[in-house]
Each structure stands twice: as C-alpha cells, then as structure tokens.
C-alpha cells in the first residue's frame, strides 16, 4: 500500500464479514438498558416528576430527572445552555428523566408510568418570531434573549461595489432543515469500575469533547473518564458533540453499579438531531458587462432550534464561507441565530455554509442570465489564484477550482447542452470551497489539535494509536497508507488503533474536515521520526531490506521502538479582526458541479439523471476512498435537494420522524455519480492532502437548481424542490424557450 | 404447535448451516433472535419497522427483513446470515467484489445489502445495472451513494475477474 | 428497538382451522398474521389491539394459484406479491394486477407482503402512522384514542386513506374475493369488498378469513394498465393509484373502468366514463375527457399530505394510464384444454 494507490480499504473486510462491532452489537454481563422519557409539549416546565409506579415495577434499578445531573453542558464553552435531563422542555421529544431496568421492554414500560406534570408554556417556531420582543424565552441559560449568536461584518465598501456594478442581482432564499440519518442510531453504554472510574462506550465523533464533558457534569477527575468510540454506522455531524444520553448512561452506571446501554429509536434520532439550520437568506451580488464579481451582501436568518450547540460557529460560516472560490471586491454578511422550540440544529457535513452556499450559486447562475454569460465562464473569470487572500483574510494556499470547472465542463459535454437541451430537461452547474478542518479548537488552548503514536518492535507489526475518530469515511486507511509509505511496511503489519481516550493520544474528532490534514500530519511525522532514527542505526539503505530486519536492528541498539507525532495549524492564514479566525483553515479543497435533470412539467417530479464532481482535494491518498466521499457527498446533497426536510406541525411536533416518511433517496432515485478527483497539492496537508468529505455536497443542491431553471424556465428559491413545489413554479407556465 | 398464553413456543431453524432449537415468545423477532441470542450482529437495526433494509438476512433463500419477521412464523426455515457467507474462511465473490471496489464506507448497510445482493444474483446472474439497482432498492445506504456497491454487484454479475480476497 | 408487545400464536394448517380459531378468540384481541408487514409495524406503534396471532404460513391452500371455471384464476390469500407480480399468467392476462404487485414497498417486502394482507392493509394517514409517543403527543385522532381528525377537523369520521396497490387494480379487473367463517363461505366483488370508513375500510366480518381472490379471464380485446405516484423510486407508499380496464373492439371502446386509489378509505372508481368513451376510439380527445372526469370526481385529502399536488397530478396519471395499457391476452391453448 502506497499514498495514491487503490488497494482495498483494510477495514472493509470487516464490514463485509458482519465482525465489525458497533457499540449496539456489544452487551455485557449484568447489563441494564435505559430509555428516556421525552417531552410530548414543544415548551413546558416540569412541575413535578413521579416516579414511584416506575420504580415500583419489577426490574426497574433507577429514575434519574434534571436534579441528579444539574451541571449545563454543551460542546461550545461560551454557550453551555443544555442539560442532560432538561427542567423546562424546550422542543416536542426533549427528555426530562431517564429510566434504568433489566431490560429495554421494562425500560420502556416504566418510562411511560414516569408521571411528568407539564405546565404549557406559549411556544416559538419561526426565528423572525422568536426574536420579537414578546416571543417567549426559549432559553434561559441564552446570554441575549432568543439569539445565539449575531454576526455583522463589512469588508470593502460595498455601497460603492454595487453602484458600480452594471447588474445586480437580489434575492431571497428559504433553505430546509434536514437531518443526517446516519444508518446507525445513537448508543451509548456505561460502565463504572469503583476503582478505574467511568468507561462510556459511545456512537460518538468527538470522544475527547465527550470526555470533557463526562468528567465535567459528573464531577469525576478527567483520569477517571474513559471515552470508547467504536466504529461509527455513519456520523456525518450528528454524533459530534456530547449529549444528554451520553451523561444519563454515565450517571446510571455509577448509580447502579452495572453496565447501562441506551440506544435510540430511530425516532428519537430526529428528535436528537443538530441537523442542518433552516435557513433565510438574502443576497445581493453584483458584476461589472465584463463579467468581473463585485460586492456581495448576505444576510441569514438562522433557525437553532432550542440549543445553542455549534451555533456560535454555524452564524460565522453562514456567512464567512461564501468568499472562494470567486473573488470578491467587496463583503458585508449579517447573521443571526435564533433559537426555536424545535429540537437544536448543528453541524451536518458542509455545516453552516451549504445553505449559504446555496444561495450563492444560484444568484452566480441569475447574474449569468442577466450578463447573458455562460456560467462556467462566469464563474472563470472570477477563480482566486492560490496564495490569494479571500476578501475577509482566509489564506488560499492552493486552489484547483479551474480544473474542477475545466473537468466537469468536459466530461458532461456542457457546451453542447447548457441552454440548448429540449424543454424538460436541463443541466446546471455550481462551485464552492470548504474547510480542512478548524484553525482553532472548540475551546481555547495551546495543545495540539491531533498527535499520534507509533509502536514498532521486532514482530514487524507497527501499531499506530490515533484519537482520531472512524465512522466509515476511511481514517484507519489513511493512517496505515502513510505508515506503509513511510516504514515500507505491508498494509497486513499495521494495526490502526482509534477512538479510546485511554489508549490514544488526543485528537479533537471527526467533524469540520480535519482528520487527514491534522491526524495525517501528526502521524506522517511520526512515521518520518521513526525512520530516521532507524536510518540511523540500520542504514540509510535500510528501505532495501525487508523492513522487519532494521527495526530489529534498531531495537536491538536503541531499545524500546516508538515515535510520537503531533499538528497544529499555522497561525498566519486569517485576518486580526474578530470572528476572523472562525472559518479559517490550514486548507481549503473546492469543487464543481454539473447536473443534468429532467423535469416532468405535468407531475412537477425531477429526476437527477447524472451528477459530474470535480474535487481538488490537494491529493487523493485513497483515491477510492476520496471518491467514495465524493459521491456519498454528492447523494446526500441530492436528497436534501430534492426530497428531505425536518418538517412540523404548529404544535412542534416532527412531521414524520421516520426513514419511511423522512425518505433517503434509494437506488432508484441516485444517478450515476461520476467522481473526478483534482490534485494540485497543497503546502500544508500531508504529501498535499486536502479535505474531501464535505466539501463536495455543497454545489450539488445549487447546481441542481440551477439545471431545473435551464430544463424549465423555473427558479427555485425554497428547498426542497418537491413536486408540489416545482408544479407550483411551473403554473403558469413560463414562455421560456420551448 | 400452539401457544394460548404468550408462552415459549420452540421452533427449529437452519442458521448459518447450524441446526438451531430454542424456545421463544412469540413476539421474538429474527433480527432479536439473530442479534441477541445467537449474537450474530451482523444483522443490523436502522429502524426496526422496515423502512431501511439494514437488517435484511435469506430466508429459506429470499431476501426478507428480519425487524418484521416473527421467530414462530418461519420454524423449520433455513437462515443465511453475512457471517455465514464466508466459505472455508474465503470471501464469497460479492464480499471480495465489495472490498475490491469500495463498496462499504462506515459497514452499517454493507450485511443487509450484500444479502439482498447475493439473492439477486441467485435468482439472476447476470443481472443488468438496471436490474441490480431494482434489486437493492429496499437497501438504504447513507454513506455511498450507491455507485461503488452498484459497480462491486454489476462486476460479480459480468464475472470479472474479482481476486478473492485474503 | 422497539419491542413488541407481549403476543400468543397459533399456526393451524388448514381453512377450517383457522376460521374454528378465529371464532374462538375475541374480536379485535384475534388476528391473522400473514406477511406481518402491516400488522408487525403497527404492533410496534401500540395502534392494534391484536394480541393473539394466527399465522396463515402453514396453510397450503392459501399459498396456491388454482385454475378455476371459466378460465378464472384463483391466487391464494397468503401468496406474495413477489410470487403474483412474477405469475406468467398473471403477467400475460392481468398485466395491471402484475405491475401494482411489483410496485409495492420493496425487493425484501414484496417477498414477505401478501394478496390477503394488501386488501387488508390498514388505512394510512400522516397523523395516525406514528409513534405511540408521537400520537400521544397530537393527542390522538378518531381512528385511535382522540376525538378529533386533523384531516377533516370538522369530520365525525376518519378518513384515511386505503394505500395499497392491488385493489385498484383488482377492481378494475372484476375480481372477486373467496371469505370463510365457520358460518360459511362467501364471496363478494373487491369492488364491495371496501367500507367508507377510513377506523375499517373493508367488510370482513371479524372472524372472516379472507381464502382467495378471483381473476376472472379478461374479454378479447381488454387492455389493462396501473400507474402510480410516490415519491421515491422504492419503499413508498402510493400517494396516488390508478387503474383502468378498457375493452377495444374494432378499434372502438366497448368497456372502460378507471379506478383511483390512495384517495379515501375506499378506492374511487369513475362513474360516467360510458358517455365519454363507449363506442369511440380511444384518442387523445377521449383519454382527456376521462382524465376530466377524474380530476372532477376525485379529490385529494390532507391525510397523505400534499393534497393540492395530488389533486393537480390525477388528470395525467390517469391520462398517463390510459396511453400505457398493455393487452391483457387470452388465455392460451393450454390453459384451454
Ligand atoms: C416500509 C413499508 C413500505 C410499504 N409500502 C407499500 C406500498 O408501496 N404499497 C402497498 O400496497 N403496501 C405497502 N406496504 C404495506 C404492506 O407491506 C403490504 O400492503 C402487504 O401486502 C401487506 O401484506 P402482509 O401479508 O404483510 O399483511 P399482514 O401484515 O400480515 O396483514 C395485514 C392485515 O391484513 C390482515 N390479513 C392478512 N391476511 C389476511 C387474510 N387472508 N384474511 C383476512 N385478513 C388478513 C391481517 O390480519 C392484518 O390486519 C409497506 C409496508 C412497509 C413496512
Ligand atoms: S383521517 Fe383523521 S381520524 Fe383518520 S387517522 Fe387521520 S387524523 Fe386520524
Ligand atoms: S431495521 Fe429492518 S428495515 Fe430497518
Ligand atoms: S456504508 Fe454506511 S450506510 Fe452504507
């Protein structure tokens, strides 16, 4: 196994063989199972909790309620407005008290004789009301009534940018919220060891946070947490930061004396949620006849829900992270989140900046229209070249959004089909950048973002341990190629190990694109550490020999093998101002778009017939795997796009908090993604390396809107472009080309 | 066989190869039977009322959902499992076709979509692209979108030459 | 995940046994289990009462096709609709029969659903097919532990909508139903088969075991088709069904039937389309006035959601139908002796 080449991810044989363990498919002796009683009102204060049929039912080892775990918590240390077991429900399915018994049929059972005694409190659904002085409170622990956080930002004089323009372009946006639906629900297991302390075994992206977290509102010693975090059935940002669940299995635990599991429903997954923000946006963008882009104004309107979670962050990137790939003269955002009665948005892959991103591409695509250009070329004449600052100060080291354009403009024949396809159907195409990983961690300290540490000895088997965490985007591939690269050795004599604060070294997680940039670093210098010390000893020549031989060699003259390696970022690539440093990244990849639908003007149905995505990811050290993210990106913006909403009643109550009515585009519904991987190289990322799980969603929802205006005449504005909504557009319909 | 008061009903199964007896309550489910008494976890749960395929075994050959299916309803059928689709230790052809083309990402859909796969194939060797992608229609993937398992089924189907894997 | 309920089962081998158990147990406490598709989601939504299960897998009469008089086919209750979908006769002669059965759900389902428990298929609606929690949270409806629809606010009785596949299809095809009880058998056109009431929308007495349905051999010259609306390509229910059974001789229509479904508790089958069709050739003037007439008498409700959509959609689903019929062939030499 060498960086670049397609030899098979080592971890799928254990999926193919069903022996990959999820923390579901572990029980242990004595183990009690858990369920949480939820709210059934969208904003209620719990007056009392009677618990006693409850625990008077056979089987049943204890009830826990807001007072056994007091402590507010949450993933942002300025905004820590949650609590494990709330005393005032803030969204319809916000649990108030958790119940521990023999097993999940009694659990259940006695969760629903816990005998809750609501008084109702006026609710808030819609941001623009919450944020009416007379709204009700949603949060108390909130700093500023029903605001998370408002973000207002100038750069340029933009007055003057689009005085200048010879079009500009204004419009409105109404952007879904939608869930990540990973395949696997949440679980957590907890055990406690009177003498170790607190194992929690947990479906989480973050353990480190949650580790935190855990020792925090349990008020235990950060050395008496232990955080295991198997394999992940898919994360995508809703497993990726502590949850209430979390800390009741913790707590029950060390109330009990026995292992305690909880795993969600799935219907209590939507409820969990921190899926992507609804979202208003307003945009006005501008360009000069010749096609030169020229100031942007943004304005969101973010709906949290009832916590804050990422939500400082989500209003920076809502905003932030329109710059790259095009240039811009000038900039103002303004962004403000509000909290709602609805259970808390967060980061979903692509977090704050998709619907944005949204937004963006389809005004590009009106301004084209308008200059009577053709979008790809647009879009052209306004690439940031790399080593180029954005127009708010990001550092853009390397850039090969051109060849993403180039790409896809070819491999979909876009020349001969844009504007000139039968009415019905259609192509469009978009662009966007995304994050490798956070300059900045969530909670401010000097320590490195991601080590790694290398165990070598005479076996020839080299043990890496990673905090990083595995959820099936290929973390242990990518380590084990880097270590194969470095030491030569075979993909068979590496064994990755992840996601167990006791055994790894601390990484921050998997969320905002970071773990091949920062764990990929840490551990290529490890590995380059280590081969120099055996150089050393062995020989500069030792590459030559079976592997195996030097590091006998250099245990036998230097002792006990092993090396250690760590990354943190750079801290020139972002502006002095505040906020600058939310949003900015070691390194950014980009991506292009080009879809082709067809739209079937009498039903309003679409139907996305092909996907072209071209992603500079610096360079591709799985590529198999680089694609996989691709594509997998690719569908997932297409669901949102076309089919996926958290929707609800006027109560609060989730419309239909199940796969059945939530609907993950199945087989027939997913074209033939054709995935092509740019590589440029990047200064920063290891041999070049740049992020590809996020980034490559962003264009899939724009440039789908903008292939349904080329099929049909009709702009979308609102997601998701349901048949309802596109028969609605269609009616009357437009005289466009025929 | 009859049970009148929700008593334990036996029932004897093929699992695997495996002749399996046990008693159980009529309201056990193959996945509950499958994941917590026999810990073949393979099977798996992404919703549990039939919504995602996750869970998705061979009874008696055919593809079915094993969160829908009551124990008592198939006594005496024979049930194939992933981890029974290994033979002598080496990966049946649409496991290997799987790791060879990146078809599994995080594993949670990979059992009940190769098992929907592996039925397909039986009843249709060499089904189209179109077909396959019928074929797994009732399997719901959230990472993959799709291509790379479509392209693993479609290369056992045209018998290319996948190496089996170690 | 979510566990049933605690349940008792029986697995008789034979019609008479099963209807003797039927009749023994108490109504709404007795039920038949056949694919459990239906019946094992909604237990685990707390939304049926049933408790005693009878499984209909052991009794072979119900697994059979059987040729019956007059070139009829009689497919057992307990057939799949995997198993109906892939008929050869079913395929040849009842081609719309054929294609609702390999539109339903998914692979995996189809293999375990049954002709019986489609018929039967409880109603569905958006604030009824949910969680015990979730309803709990509503506050109930009239189908199950509330006292009002959030359909029809105004409404004394449910309507929620019959979603399933075959029975447009089967009444367009004049299909009847073979029941049992120990008082008797009978039989009954699906056509009537069905109650407006969407609590129970069918007339199956309850320790009535549904034993077959009939097909009755196709008139020369019939041309038959089923198109439906969902909103993937796979696992969804229907939010909108159509049927239609056209007889052409001599290049004219002698008989037309057109049946929507996924409307009301009851499949909707037009009335007037005689005037419209009969004794013309079946042009585009003539499937436009049917899809009129189908958009006048059919009307979308909210208990599937998107009523103004589904009500823009039926003139072209039904016109869709019409131009896609397929010829519903005679029996051939073999099955004529
Ligand atoms: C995710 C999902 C998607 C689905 N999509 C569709 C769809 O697209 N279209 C569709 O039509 N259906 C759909 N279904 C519903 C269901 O799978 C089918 O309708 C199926 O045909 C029901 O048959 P069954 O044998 O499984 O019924 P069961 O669940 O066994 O029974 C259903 C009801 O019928 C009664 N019953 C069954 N057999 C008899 C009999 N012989 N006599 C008297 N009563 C009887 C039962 O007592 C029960 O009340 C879906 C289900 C799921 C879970
Ligand atoms: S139609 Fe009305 S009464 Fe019937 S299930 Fe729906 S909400 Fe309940
Ligand atoms: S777990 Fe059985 S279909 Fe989802
Ligand atoms: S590989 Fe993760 S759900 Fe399919």
Redesign the interface.
Known sequence: MTIGDRTPNPRAYDAVTGRTRFADDLTFPGMLHARLVRSPHAHARVVAIDAAAALALPGVHAVITAADLPTPFGVIPWTQDEHALAAKARFVGDPVACVAAVDEQTAIRAAALVDVTWEVLPHVLEPAAALAPEAPRVNELAKHGNVTKSVQLAFGDLDAALAGSDAVVAASYDFAGSTHAALEPHCAIGQWDPAGGLTVVSTTQVPHYLHRELARVLELAEDRVRVIQPPLGGGFGGKSEPFGHELCVGKLAMMTGRPVKLRLTREEVFYTHRGRHPMHLDVRLGATRDGRLTGCDLRVLIDGGAYASFGLVTTYYAGQLVTAPLRLSAFRLDTTRAYTNKPPCGPKRGHGSVQPRFAFEVTVDRLAEALDLDPIELRRRNCLEAGERTINEFLVRSTGFRDCLDRVERASDWKRKHRQLPFGRGVGVAGSFYISGTNYPIYPNEMPQSAVQLKVDRSGKVTVFSGACEMGQGVEAMLTAIVCEELGVAPGAVRVVTGDTDLTPVDLGGYSSRTTMMAGNACLRAARDLAARVAEVAGADWRTRPPVEAFRVAEARLGALGAVGSYDTPKDVHGAYRGGTIGASPAYSFTAHVAEVTVDVETGQVRVDRLWVAHDCGRALRPQIVEGQIEGSAYMGLGEALFEEQAFHPSGLHRGPSLLDYGLPTTLDTPDIVAMIVEGGDPEGPYGAKEAGEGPLHPSIPAIANAIHDAVGIRLDALPFSPARVLAALTPRPTGRS | MRSSDGSLIEVHLTVNGDAVRRAVPPERTLAELLREDLLLTGCKQGCDQGDCGACTVLVDGRAQLACLTLVVAIDGATIETVEGLQQRGRLHPLQAAFVAHGAAQCGFCTPGMLLSAVALLRASPRASRDEIRAGLAGNLCRCTGYVKIIDAVEAVARGDDEEPAP | ???????????PTTIDEVVAALAEGVPGEVRL?AG??DL??NL??GVTSA???I?L?RVAELQELVDGPADALGVGAAVTL?DLGRDPRVVARWPAVAEAARQV?????R??ATLGGNLCLDTRC?FYD??A??R???GGCLKADGDACHVVPTGRKCVAACCADTPAPLIAAGAELELASVRGPRRVHVADFFAGDGARNHTLAPDELLVRVWLPAPAPGTRAGYQR?R??????FPLLTVAATVVVERDVVRAVTVVVGALGAVPRRLRGLDALAVGRPLDAAVRAAIAAAATRQCHPLDNLG?A??RQ??VA??VRRTLEALEPATAPDAASLR
């Open positions: 995940m979510q566990p049933l309920p605690p349940l008792a089962w029986s697995a289990h459990g598709t094992v989601p685990k939504r408790r005693r299960l499984g897998g995997d759900a998914s692979p995996q389902l293999r375990m958006r949910q969680s929690f979730w709990g949270a509503l609306l909103r993937r390509g796979a696992i969804d998107d103004a959509w823009a959609v072209p689903l």
